[in-house]
């Protein structure tokens, strides 16, 4: 059913519902607006893949959510996701950018070295 939309939905919001698992959005790749917060959330490997593949998400709210906790996770966000221009209810500011541009420059070293 979620497939009837994935080209046309623009914003979302799952919030609330206990959602332990975000694996069946993947396919919205057109989002500009998730909103998962308060739920049961605790795989960033799973958050990477799923919102990796969002070129155009620009904000993203996963407050409420146990992955909340772990180490570094806004910048691991932050980074997964990278048109961010809002999360967690804050402006992202000129030290993500930073961050979004060591990134970059780390992946690039990689391929460059590999």
């Not at 497939?3 to 989002?31: M, T, Y």
């Amino acid at each position: 059913m979620i497939f009837l939309f994935q080209s046309s939905l623009q914003v979302l919001n799952i919030a609330g519902n206990n959602l332990d698992s975000i694996k069946d959005i993947e396919c919205l790749r057109n989002l500009y607006q998730l909103h998962a917060n308060d739920n049961l959330l605790t795989d960033m490997k799973e958050l990477a893949h799923v919102i990796g593949g969002m070129f155009r998400l620009w904000r993203l709210d996963l407050m409420g959510n146990p992955l909340c906790h772990k180490a570094k996770y806004r910048d691991r966000v932050i980074v997964m996701a990278k048109n961010l221009g809002k999360t967690f209810g804050n402006t992202i500011g000129s030290m993500d950018t930073v961050l979004h541009l060591w990134n970059a420059n780390a992946c690039l070293k990689f391929v460059l070295l590999s």
